[in-house]
């Protein structure tokens, strides 16, 4: 069975850093790529970053490029977002999600997707 644990959410003053993990078990997690979706209160979902199985191709939304990056670590069966300079409309709940493939650009669609962890960035 797929499960994707996320952690490292909080509350985060404007400005400020933070790091979310996502723990993977149940796959082959070095074979698949993987992506950060957030969904902010009373939003709809919204794609955040995604990376391929190796981690050498990455993408992310234009409101979070130059402040987010996304990495893996695939001895870890791990993938990380390292939020920086955050600002109150990152405020969401942020979710790890797995594509069928190994490529993103290949993929239409996630297929396993965690709980989500919490961020709010406040003052």
């Known amino acids: 069975e797929v499960q994707l644990v996320e952690s490292g959410g909080g509350l985060v003053q404007p400005g400020g850093s933070r790091r979310l993990s996502c723990a993977a078990s149940?796959?082959?997690?070095?074979?698949?790529?993987m992506s950060w979706v957030r969904q902010a209160p009373g939003k709809g979902l919204e794609w955040v970053a995604h990376?391929?199985?190796?981690?050498?191709?990455?993408s992310s939304a234009e409101s979070v490029t130059g402040r987010f990056t996304i990495s893996r670590d695939n001895a870890k069966n791990t993938l990380y977002l390292q939020l920086n300079s955050v600002k109150p409309e990152d405020t969401a709940m942020y979710y790890c999600?797995?594509?069928?493939?190994?490529?993103?650009?290949?993929?239409?669609?996630?297929?396993?997707w965690g709980q989500g962890t919490l961020v709010t960035v406040s003052s």
């Open positions: 149940g796959f082959t997690f070095r074979r698949y790529a």
């Open positions: 990376i391929n199985s190796g981690g050498s191709s990455t």
């Open positions: 999600a797995k594509y069928p493939d190994s490529v993103y650009e290949r993929s239409r669609y996630l297929e396993a």
